[in-house]
């Protein structure tokens, strides 16, 4: 072909039939094998080709493979874009002839502008670079840097401008900022025409005014009409910087929902039914549930949580438990171990009321855990032993989160290792907080600490302690 195939762009992609099995690139000198396959005649050539086809693995017989001159016709009639088409060319023809094309193409050597990205064509570029919308301006009385677009504009309302009075009472060559100020003071102000401020020039007594205004209605016109012109640019550009505004809102609210997703909680695990749960935990049924498998982070720990709802081992009947736990997961390799990022149990509070809400929290800190090869070491098998905390909140405040027959109970794993100092800091002050607000409520509440699985009862005998 007379076309690098590299730089090839066809319309609707390239046929399979007119693909080369060995590079993969559009037929070259299409050569017909004896299994009616092709081949690039230099494909074809190749001293270490394989000895059968790689589409069917019949064994080539090269006295039987000849030039596909017809074949070579189907390709050149194959639709293609310019290969430029990204500079802005807008041809599209056959791929026979693109090679002319390319020979004459203005956006061959396109250039980008330094400004707004854009790519013209050299001859075009300079055209674009005095218009770009992207083009700044200095003003030479305020120093502010505006769009080149807008210069006009800005010096009609620059506070910085010199100018006159408009009722011409001799002040002249003051800031527009001074000549606002002094405007309803001046002496003229009844005297002039009341179309100065859009470029009427007329002074005189008060008949004179009148007689004025009844002899140039149209002119008077014409200056609202300049206005109104004035306005309407005005707000087009405010339109267009408000669509543009919008556009890159839209894209900020797009990636702070990527970031909640990415960085917010990584379960928050909906507990319904919550009565018959817990009569089935009473009963000895169900004394465990266990939640969707989530990860700690993209590519990072997979992890479950379970909860006994009529309290595990010497908690049973007492406080619901709480435990996290960790599964074998398709990352582990890549990831450090044991385990050491501190997680986050919270019970939430459902009041209507966002600013009156209280959760329950509970702080895991790994390095507490004694016996940790159980919990925090590379799981094994599919899972490892649950930790966390049995007596996480008693059975008689759970009530006050109950709402529909529902909790809701949040895990929060840290996104780094622990931090030793910043941690015990971090976590007394969040916790004191905490209870001194449950306290308020509720006199029952009392610290939790960090202990594993513990009883006869909650999760399996693989997940105890």
């Not at 802005?88 to 050597?109: E, V, Y």
């Not at 502008?113 to 300079?126: N, T």
């Not at 919550?274 to 549930?289: F, H, M, P, Y």
Request: overall charge neutral; charged content about 25%; glycine content about 4%.
């Amino acid at each position: 072909m007379t076309a690098d195939t590299q730089s090839v762009m066809f319309k609707g992609g390239l046929p399979a039939d007119c693909t080369c099995p060995i590079c993969e690139q559009a037929l070259r000198e299409p050569t017909r094998l004896n299994c009616d396959h092709h081949y690039c005649r230099q494909c074809f050539e190749k001293t270490d080709r394989a000895p059968e086809c790689a589409l069917c693995q019949t064994i080539i017989q090269p006295e039987l493979c000849q030039q596909d001159r017809a074949k070579h016709k189907q390709i050149l009639a194959l639709p293609v874009v310019c290969t430029f088409e990204s500079s802005g060319c807008p041809w599209t023809g056959q791929l026979g002839a693109l090679h002319d094309h390319l020979s004459t193409c203005t956006f061959k050597s396109s250039l980008k502008c330094e400004k707004c990205g854009r790519q013209f064509a050299k001859a075009d570029l300079e055209r674009h670079r005095e218009k770009c919308e992207l083009n700044r301006a200095v003003c030479t009385y305020c120093n502010k840097t505006i769009r080149d677009s807008d210069l006009e504009r800005h010096m009609k309302t620059c506070a910085e401008v010199i100018i006159s009075c408009p009722f011409q009472c001799g002040l002249s060559d003051r800031p527009r900022h001074e000549i606002e100020a002094h405007r309803p003071l001046c002496p003229n102000v009844d005297n002039v025409c009341p179309f100065v401020p859009y470029g009427c020039t007329f002074a005189g007594g008060k008949e004179s005014i009148q007689q004025h205004l009844s002899d140039e209605p149209v002119r008077h016109l014409m200056f609202l009409c300049d206005e109104i012109t004035d306005l309407k640019g005005t707000y087009e550009l405010m339109e267009r910087d408000m669509s543009a505004f919008n556009d890159r809102q839209t894209r900020i609210l797009a990636a702070a929902d990527t970031c909640t997703e990415m960085f917010g909680p990584q379960l928050i695990w909906k507990i319904d039914k919550l009565q018959q749960r817990t009569n089935e935990a009473k009963s000895g049924a169900d004394t465990t549930i266990f939640s969707n498998p989530f990860m700690s982070h993209r590519f990072g720990y997979k992890m479950m949580a379970c909860a006994c709802l009529f309290g595990d081992g010497s908690s049973a009947g007492k406080s619901i438990s709480l435990y996290v736990l960790l599964l074998k997961g398709e990352f582990d390799p890549t990831l450090e171990w044991p385990f050491n990022r501190t997680i986050k149990i919270s019970l939430l509070d459902q009041n209507p009321h966002p600013e009156d809400r209280v959760n329950i929290t509970y702080v895991i800190d790994p390095r507490k855990l004694k016996a940790n090869e159980k919990f925090l070491a590379r799981p094994r098998g599919e899972r490892n032993a649950a930790f966390g905390s049995q007596s996480f909140c008693s059975l008689a405040i759970l009530q006050n989160y109950v709402k529909n027959d529902t909790i809701y109970v949040r895990i929060d794993v840290d996104r780094c290792e622990t931090l030793p100092v910043s941690l015990k800091t971090r976590d007394e002050k969040e916790r004191k907080q905490m209870m001194d607000a449950m306290r308020s409520k509720n006199p029952e509440v009392r610290v939790h600490h960090v202990r594993p699985v513990t009883g006869q009862s909650g999760p399996p005998a693989d997940q105890r302690v």
